[in-house]
């Protein structure tokens, strides 16, 4: 497995590069060895943050995990992936092209799916032509966290988010 490790406010020491490759090197059991781990520590006052992406044929693996201590962060977002990996493992391998990203460990070896996912509730409504800024109020009056609707503008359907820091987010599909 390869590392591309940054930082964003912090020095990477070799002391932090070395927890990371220890840590995260330990889901090399579960890829083949070229695979690549994008490995990204920031601080930002008392929070110390980790953010790692695994780009796999026609997925990505990611987590992101915040403490008050950067190691810390690193063993949790390990053992998030660890967990997400056995958890879709059976919906990962299934798409074919990405067979040959994992090992063959990983392949054979039978984890529990008691954590599948399932849809409980399904909604159907219009989607009435608008734009992002009357989407975004449309959200606040009904208090969600995000509001699908066609773009009047583009003529697709798009998303609005709420963002932390009372700012938003706009999700349009790309081809």
Do not use: W
Not at 7 to 19: C, S
Not at 23 to 37: M, Q, V
Not at 131 to 138: G, K, L, S, T
């Amino acid at each position: 497995m390869r590392f591309v490790i940054t930082g964003r406010n912090i020095d990477v020491t070799e002391g932090l590069r070395a927890a990371v490759q220890e840590k995260i090197g330990k889901l090399e059991r579960y890829f083949s060895p070229d695979t690549e781990a994008i490995v990204t520590l920031s601080v930002e006052k008392d929070r110390q943050k980790i953010e790692v992406t695994i780009p796999v044929k026609g997925n990505i693996i990611r987590s992101e995990q915040v403490s008050s201590d950067m190691y810390v962060s690193i063993d949790l977002v390990e053992e998030i992936i660890e967990r997400q990996l056995k958890k879709y493992k059976n919906k990962i391998i299934e798409k074919q092209q990405a067979r040959e990203v994992f090992s063959d460990e990983y392949i054979e070896k039978d984890y529990d799916e008691d954590d599948s996912v399932k849809i409980i509730r399904t909604k159907k409504f219009g989607i009435k032509p608008m734009d992002p800024e009357e989407a975004c109020i449309q959200m606040e009056l009904l208090g969600h966290n995000f509001y699908v609707f066609s773009n009047s503008e583009t003529d697709e359907v798009n998303v609005v988010y709420k963002r932390k820091g009372n700012t938003y987010g706009l999700i349009e599909p790309e081809f």
